[in-house]
């Protein structure tokens, strides 16, 4: 629902269309600035909520350094199988490797997202965890939609936003599936009473 409270003046650090579909449709009122930060690889080992946690604080960070005032929103999301993470797929050959491991499995969505202060070294995050489910697929439906091209910069190689037949939400948020909780984010705003409310 839309409110007519005052909005933060929120900069999102992220040049995600889906992102910023996501908080257009939710009624705020923003800037984009793209952190431009190049993601480390996840280390062997690391927890993948610890993981999206800590890009989301860098590409904060990194706007913030950038700018004088504004709250900063960042945000990251992978895919985690069994421990393993899954990022955007770096080619066809990638991206069908991270399809065949996720076929007939439930996966964990985890998006870090973290709201940083420009003017002060001030910050909040928190990490949303949903269940993707995904269905077997054959080898021509695989084929066409590795032709397709539809895996590109996307987490796990799949985005439930374009009705991908083959995927579903089997528990948490949906928003959180397309690149940003919506849900969590609110509740995340209410740290910063000064700047307005969420509605």
Request: charged share 25%; net charge negative.
């Amino acid at each position: 629902m839309r409110s007519d409270h005052p909005r933060p003046q929120l900069i999102l650090a992220s040049a995600s269309p889906r992102r910023r579909q996501l908080l257009e449709e939710a009624g705020y009122a923003f800037e984009v600035e793209a952190s431009a930060v190049e993601e480390p690889p996840p280390e062997p080992g690391v927890d993948p909520s610890a993981y999206a946690a800590h890009l989301a604080w860098l590409k904060a960070t990194a706007v913030a350094g950038r700018r004088s005032s504004g709250l900063i929103l960042a945000a990251d999301t992978v895919c985690s199988v069994a421990g393993a993470i899954l990022n955007k797929p770096e080619d066809r050959a990638d991206a069908e490797r991270m399809i065949r491991l996720q076929e007939g499995r439930d996966t964990e969505v985890i998006s870090g997202i973290c709201l940083r202060r420009a003017d002060r070294p001030e910050w909040v995050g928190a990490v949303e965890i949903s269940i993707v489910r995904f269905r077997p697929l054959d080898d021509r439906e695989r084929a066409a939609y590795l032709d397709s091209g539809r895996w590109e910069g996307k987490s796990g190689g799949y985005g439930v936003q374009d009705r991908d037949p083959f995927v579903s939400v089997a528990r948490g948020s949906f928003s959180n599936v397309v690149g940003l909780p919506m849900e969590r984010l609110a509740a995340l705003l209410v740290a910063y009473p000064e700047l307005g409310g969420t509605g």
